[in-house]
C-alpha cells in the first residue's frame, strides 16, 4: 500500500536536496524514503540518553496551578 505525506522545509534544506538527489541520479522522493529506511532500521539507542533520564526536572511554580500534563498539552499545540 502506498500512502503520502506532505513536509515542510526550509529552502535551504530544500536546495540541498536537491542537489544530493541530482547527484545520487535519484528523484526527491526516493531519496527521502531511503533516508527514512536507513534511519528507521538504526533504531532507538536507549544508551545513548540512559543519563538523561529524571535528570529534566521543572519547578511547580512554572505549572501555574494545573497538573503537568495539561501545561505539557498547553505548550505541544499540534
Not at 522545509?9 to 529506511?37: F, T
Not at 536507549?46 to 529524571?54: A, C, K, S
Not at 503537568?68 to 505541544?76: G, Y
Request: without cysteine.
Amino acid at each position: 500500500m502506498k500512502t503520502s505525506l506532505t513536509i515542510r522545509l526550509a529552502n535551504a534544506q530544500r536546495e540541498a536536496l536537491k542537489r544530493r538527489a541530482a547527484a545520487q541520479e535519484k528523484s526527491e522522493s526516493a531519496l527521502v524514503r531511503e533516508l527514512i529506511d536507513r534511519e528507521m532500521a538504526r533504531g532507538f539507542n536507549f544508551e545513548r540518553v540512559r543519563n538523561l533520564v529524571g535528570a529534566v526536572t521543572s519547578s511547580p511554580k512554572h505549572w501555574k496551578g494545573e497538573s503537568w500534563r495539561e501545561e505539557i498539552r498547553k505548550r505541544n499545540w499540534r
